[in-house]
């Protein structure tokens, strides 16, 4: 099996890059995990892509976080309160908190990070998530006030979410390259990034967290074939793979040496449509996109399994409502609708799908396949990550792609980036708008919930994507891998309970 494992790496990465997996060897207690994809930078305010979430999960610290339940608690704030209106939310900061070049982390670096933020100059993709934040003032060094122009439910969730983690104020100052030399106060600091290769994180030393990390080193492996990954993993090179095609679940189950950690997942997969685009702008044309997809059959068949829900919110949210059965699986009348289209489909239509993804990879061709099936005329289109990113997700230049929208800790994370106009779909409705705009500024979950189910009927009346659904989530991991968790809503990895029984 080594054998094996060294013909499959040698032939797929080189030579070179063979001998940093270290041959099922380590002179260190570090934990080494598979990963689909390069992350496009490793500054979390910059970038909306979930890779560089999953890393700088271990490399910075939110004011609060989700715990194992999903429930905020504190992290670097230690508690905090609003007023009665919820527009003025003061927070309290532990004392002793060291970031990993040295500073104290006082009030100060929490003001500048969300500056930086804010800063229209920086133009951080994630400022939409913060919502109408007026004012924030460092009250002492321990104590830093948020005041907001009306209330906004959404806050804390954002301030929970890996685009808020906090910043020295002195390399904010300095402009340091945080893409490339991150420096946070996480459990992890930054040794290296080997581009297409490897990141490597050591220890935090004094880590606020009592007994916290368990491990030394965490070491990611960019690895975008499963197979390879699979095979790691079976020999022990990896202790974890982000990825287990549906083909290979009962090997991985089988194995006396690996476990296989099954959940549904909080993503939407999703086939989007840039409605900016004709024929795509047309709701008819869209609908018979819709009626052209067997969506249990894409989940099945490239995601290994999963849930149909018919519109933007996974499945096992609370805010979840059902319109699978909106746009039921119906050749016929796709093709009915494509006819009253007349020459306004007669055109080849793109489908961008990120290459480093062997799900999304088979799904695009599924989906070519029932496109085709109802007379369109449709081809693929492979993308590197961060070029998916900055010209599909960020230029809106395509007509089709395949991804998955993680899950937010509040709704308004993943609806109200329908609200911009400037996010990729192009999409743009009023009442819905305005519906997620009132939903932010209720606290009451009862309320919140009825306006939110209102305007999820819209999306799925309106289907600027095919809503597929929620697929279930298969990661494989040695059975002597213990205190692994990844936060089932943001979909990043938390290593600072991992250890390893029996060694």
């Known amino acids: 099996?080594?054998?094996?494992?060294?013909?499959?790496?040698?032939?797929?990465?080189?030579?070179?890059?063979?001998?940093?997996?270290?041959?099922?060897?380590?002179?260190?207690?570090?934990?080494?995990?598979?990963?689909?994809?390069?992350p496009d930078t490793l500054d979390p305010q910059a970038t909306p892509g979930t890779l560089t979430f999953?890393?700088?999960?271990?490399?910075?610290?939110?004011?609060?976080?989700?715990?194992?339940?999903?429930?905020?608690?504190?992290?670097?704030?230690?508690?905090?309160?609003?007023?009665?209106?919820?527009?003025v939310y003061t927070f309290h900061l532990r004392e002793g908190v060291r970031f990993h070049h040295g500073a104290d982390l006082t009030a100060d670096d929490v003001v500048a990070t969300f500056e930086r933020m804010l800063d229209e100059e920086f133009a951080s993709p994630n400022a939409d998530e913060l919502g109408p934040i007026k004012d924030i003032q460092s009250i002492d060094d321990l104590t830093v006030r948020f005041t907001l122009s009306e209330p906004y439910a959404p806050l804390l969730a954002s301030l929970a979410?890996?685009?808020?983690?906090?910043?020295?104020?002195?390399?904010?100052?300095?402009?340091?390259e945080f893409g490339a030399v991150p420096v946070?106060?996480?459990?992890?600091?930054f040794r290296e990034w080997v581009q297409d290769s490897r990141i490597v994180l050591d220890r935090h030393n004094g880590y606020w967290m009592d007994d916290t990390p368990r491990i030394d080193a965490v070491t990611f492996y960019i690895i975008e074939e499963p197979s390879v990954q699979l095979q790691a993993l079976?020999?022990?090179?990896?202790?974890?793979?982000?990825?287990?095609?549906?083909?290979?679940?009962?090997?991985?189950?089988?194995?006396p040496e690996t476990r296989l950690d099954e959940t549904l997942s909080s993503l939407v997969m999703v086939l989007s449509m840039n409605t900016r685009r004709a024929p795509l702008d047309n709701i008819d044309v869209r609908r018979a996109i819709n009626h052209a997809v067997n969506k249990q059959q894409i989940l099945d068949i490239a995601y290994g399994g999963g849930e149909v829900g018919g519109t933007f919110m996974?499945?096992?949210?609370?805010?979840?409502?059902?319109?699978?059965?909106?746009?039921?699986?119906?050749?016929?009348?796709?093709?009915?609708?494509?006819?009253?289209?007349?020459?306004?489909?007669?055109?080849?239509?793109?489908?961008?799908?990120?290459?480093?993804?062997?799900?999304?990879?088979?799904?695009?061709?599924?989906?070519?396949?029932?496109?085709?099936?109802?007379?369109?005329?449709?081809?693929?289109?492979?993308?590197?990550?961060?070029?998916?990113?900055?010209?599909?997700?960020?230029d809106a230049d395509f007509d089709l792609t395949v991804i998955g929208h993680t899950g937010k800790l509040d709704p308004d994370g993943r609806?109200?980036?329908?609200?911009?106009?400037?996010?990729?779909?192009?999409?743009?409705?009023?009442?819905?708008?305005?519906?997620?705009?009132?939903?932010?500024?209720?606290?009451?979950?009862?309320?919140?919930?009825?306006?939110y189910a209102a305007a999820l009927e819209i999306l799925a009346d309106e289907v600027p994507m095919v809503f597929t659904g929620t697929n279930y989530r298969y990661m494989g991991l040695r059975r002597n891998v213990t205190g692994f968790h990844m936060d089932g809503k943001l979909d990043t990895y938390d290593f600072r309970r991992v250890h390893f029984e029996n060694e």
């Open 234 to 255: 079976l020999t022990g090179d990896f202790d974890v793979i982000d990825t287990v095609q549906p083909e290979d679940l009962d090997q991985v189950r089988e194995h």
């Open 314 to 394: 996974d499945t096992g949210d609370i805010y979840h409502r059902d319109f699978s059965d909106r746009y039921p699986y119906d050749p016929d009348a796709a093709r009915e609708l494509l006819a009253e289209a007349g020459d306004e489909v007669d055109r080849t239509l793109t489908i961008a799908v990120p290459q480093n993804y062997e799900a999304h990879v088979n799904a695009g061709q599924l989906y070519q396949q029932m496109l085709e099936d109802v007379g369109l005329d449709v081809e693929l289109k492979l993308l590197e990550w961060s070029t998916w990113l900055s010209d599909v997700y960020g």
């Open 184 to 189: 946070g106060t996480g459990p992890f600091r």
């Open 54 to 87: 999953q890393v700088a999960r271990s490399l910075y610290d939110t004011l609060i976080e989700p715990d194992v339940d999903g429930e905020l608690v504190p992290a670097l704030a230690e508690s905090w309160e609003a007023n009665e209106d919820a527009t």
């Open 1 to 38: 099996m080594k054998r094996l494992l060294t013909i499959l790496l040698i032939a797929t990465l080189g030579a070179s890059q063979l001998f940093a997996y270290g041959q099922g060897e380590r002179d260190e207690e570090s934990i080494r995990i598979a990963m689909s994809g390069n």
């Open 415 to 451: 609806l109200g980036s329908l609200t911009s106009e400037r996010f990729y779909t192009g999409w743009q409705n009023a009442e819905f708008n305005e519906l997620v705009r009132s939903a932010r500024r209720t606290a009451d979950i009862d309320e919140r919930q009825e306006l």
């Open 161 to 176: 979410s890996s685009w808020s983690a906090v910043l020295p104020a002195d390399l904010i100052e300095e402009e340091h």
